[in-house]
């Protein structure tokens, strides 16, 4: 645990502050406010990541810090899923945003590296953005599908927004698409970079793991539709789950020695 | 199944649907293993999950996997119907294939089935001002066989971040001063001089009457830095590093520069030239990381290098070589296309194919208008 005090750290923090402000003001009803203060703290982060470019002189997606730092911009993908999607829950957005800025505002570290050779091309920053929106789209399905769990009825209070067990459905299906783009653009990446479109590096398992755990949910619902929800949404969770040990477990833990190593 | 058309459904014999059901509990049984294999493979490393998913039992398993795509795209006609579906299952038809044809029992088909002879993988050393063919195994050394065609490494350099150094100044009694090397610093010095301040870094300093035999070198450092006298004159020149048989002298001081040791390499340059004496081409290429050379059914990457000391008739002498990853491209096409399709009918089936609706569903105007 750190406290970063520069100019970075105190625009992470300040928008850790936003979030939390914003989630605290739509926890008690005034939801307009809270989103106004919710993009408040999106344009807080967004100044913290450009500031992060600017200082490292490339893309800043490199380690855990940076990743973590991206995935605070998830201000416009809530926003999209209420208005396109009708699928609510943006006071768990909010929270979302406080939980991957507090590890980078707290706990990674932001020294600054150079970029090995194999991180200069073009692939670089597509893969990694790619990824990191299909994990935060990925935790607001995990979000809809706890609270098709846990509340009565599995529906929200507001009559303009689905079941969440629909949401669970619709969001997944919003960020698949990105978790197969992210391991495809890996693949083909890694074939220019190390010569082999397919390593059976850790990472590279983990992150077939979580697709296979977000393929066989959809499979699964073909088959169930809405008759089993509440398994729907176990599957949903542990899909979650495998996305948690890949971003995690897989860089910070020695045992997955490979050549994803450097992102630790 | 839920999301069938009902009238279909109500038509279909119910051993169909059973055996469609069945199916696809297979699908998702395949999933699972195919998971649990992976997690299995994450925990044992690259190099044995390697060999356990080439192994014999898992050649079976892919082919079985292989079968279930064929299968199903029989028997849901919806996976035919639906252009997302057909190419998202076209597309893993595809990578499979393609996987297939690129493993080394692919390789070991193509000899039998089709007389190619290719190399799957190995590696190729290169000294500097040589040609090599001979691909070998990595670690053990074992050769692997010889390219059709010859590989003659004409120079290999690195690039690096720089990090600025130290600037070393001594006077005639003895007396010495060190700053960083960074532009904008000053350094205040005795009479008759005042003061030095360093103007510019240079990375790659060229001298355009010196000879060199690298001169796509990048590591050529020196400090551009002017001096200025108590009497206010001032004089601008260059330091070199302090290992470089000329220092900088002006009167009695002595100026060096110390450049950073821990600088980190950006990349890697392997300047190659194809022989292929049976087709009567010859051509250049430079090669660095994620940027290969392909050349008949083969890419070269930049995967290493190093350095040996060589005793000549003159003396020492220091001599680099390049190594190479030899990779076939046997059945990438077949993985790319179905990489393509796979995302294709991703972003169609989840994304794109809902928007028109969308905008069918916001324009519609209601039966009936409310007063």
């Not at chain 2, 060190?178 to 000053?186: K, N």
């Amino acid at each position: 645990m750190e406290i970063k005090t520069t100019v970075q750290g105190y625009l992470i923090y300040a928008a850790i502050a936003a979030h939390l402000l914003a989630f605290m003001v739509s926890v008690v009803g005034l939801k307009k406010s809270g989103r106004a203060i919710y993009a408040v703290g999106f344009a807080l982060v967004v100044i913290a990541f450009g500031y992060r470019w600017y200082h490292v002189q490339h893309v800043p997606l490199q380690n855990l810090f940076e990743v973590f730092l991206c995935m605070g911009m998830f201000f416009p993908l809530s926003v999209f899923c209420r208005r396109f999607l009708r699928v609510g829950a943006e006071t768990a957005d909010m929270m979302i945003g406080v939980i991957v800025l507090i590890p980078a505002g707290f706990i990674f570290s932001a020294e600054p590296r150079q970029l090995p050779p194999a991180l200069q091309s073009w692939l670089f920053a597509p893969h990694v953005f790619v990824y990191m929106f299909s994990y935060v789209l990925m935790a607001k399905a995990t979000v809809q599908a706890a609270a098709q769990l846990f509340i009565r009825n599995g529906k929200p209070s507001d009559p303009e927004l689905v079941s969440y067990e629909l949401g669970t459905y619709r969001v997944i299906c919003l960020g698949f698409p990105l978790l197969t783009l992210g391991l495809i653009l890996g693949s083909y990446w890694g074939k220019w970079a190390w010569g082999d479109f397919w390593g059976w590096d850790p990472k590279e398992l983990w992150s077939l793991v979580s697709w296979l755990a977000y393929l066989g949910y959809l499979h699964f619902r073909y088959m169930h539709g809405k008759k089993h929800s509440n398994i729907n949404s176990i599957l949903a969770i542990i899909a979650m789950v495998t996305i948690v040990i890949t971003l995690l477990w897989v860089n910070l833990a020695k045992i997955f020695a490979g050549m994803h190593s450097y992102a630790s | 199944m839920a999301n069938d058309v009902p009238g279909v459904q109500a038509q279909a014999a119910p051993r169909w649907l059973k055996f469609r059901r069945i199916l696809l509990w297979v699908m998702l049984a395949f999933f699972l293993a195919l998971m649990t294999l992976s997690v299995r493979g994450a925990f044992v490393g690259s190099e044995r999950a390697g060999v356990l998913f080439n192994s014999a039992l898992l050649v079976i398993f892919w082919v079985l996997f292989l079968g279930l795509f064929v299968v199903g795209l029989v028997v849901f006609r919806g996976l035919v119907r639906k252009p997302g579906l057909l190419m998202i299952h076209l597309g893993c038809v595809c990578v499979l294939l393609g996987a297939m044809w690129s493993s080394e029992k692919g390789h070991f088909l193509q000899k039998k089935l089709l007389g190619i002879d290719k190399i799957p993988q190995g590696y190729l050393a290169i000294q500097e001002g040589t040609l090599n063919n001979h691909v070998e195994a990595e670690g053990t050394g074992e050769p692997l066989g010889d390219l059709p065609f010859y590989i003659y490494l004409d120079d290999f350099w690195m690039e690096y971040y720089w990090r600025p150094g130290t600037l070393h100044v001594r006077d005639g009694q003895g007396q010495s001063w060190e700053i960083p090397a960074e532009v904008g610093r000053t350094l205040e010095l005795p009479e008759p001089m005042r003061r030095l301040r360093v103007l510019r870094t240079l990375t790659n300093l060229k001298v355009t009457d010196r000879v060199t035999d690298r001169p796509w070198d990048n590591v050529n450092p020196a400090l551009d830095i002017e001096i200025e006298w108590a009497d206010g004159t001032r004089k601008r020149t260059y330091v070199l590093p302090t290992d470089m048989p000329h220092p900088t002298n002006i009167e009695d001081f002595e100026f060096g520069y110390v450049p950073n040791e821990n600088i980190m390499p950006k990349d890697y340059f392997s300047d190659l030239v194809v022989l292929d004496y049976r087709n009567n081409t010859q051509f250049s290429k430079v090669i660095e990381v994620n940027k290969p050379l392909h050349y008949k059914g083969y890419h070269f990457y930049q995967s290493s290098y190093g350095s040996e000391i060589r005793q000549t008739t003159h003396g020492s002498q220091r001599v680099w070589y390049t190594v190479l990853n030899v990779v076939s491209d046997s059945g990438l096409q077949m993985v790319f296309a179905g990489y393509i399709l796979l995302c294709a009918g991703v972003f169609w089936h989840c994304w794109l194919r809902h928007i028109p609706a969308y905008f069918v569903k916001r324009n519609a105007k209601p039966l009936i208008q409310a007063d």
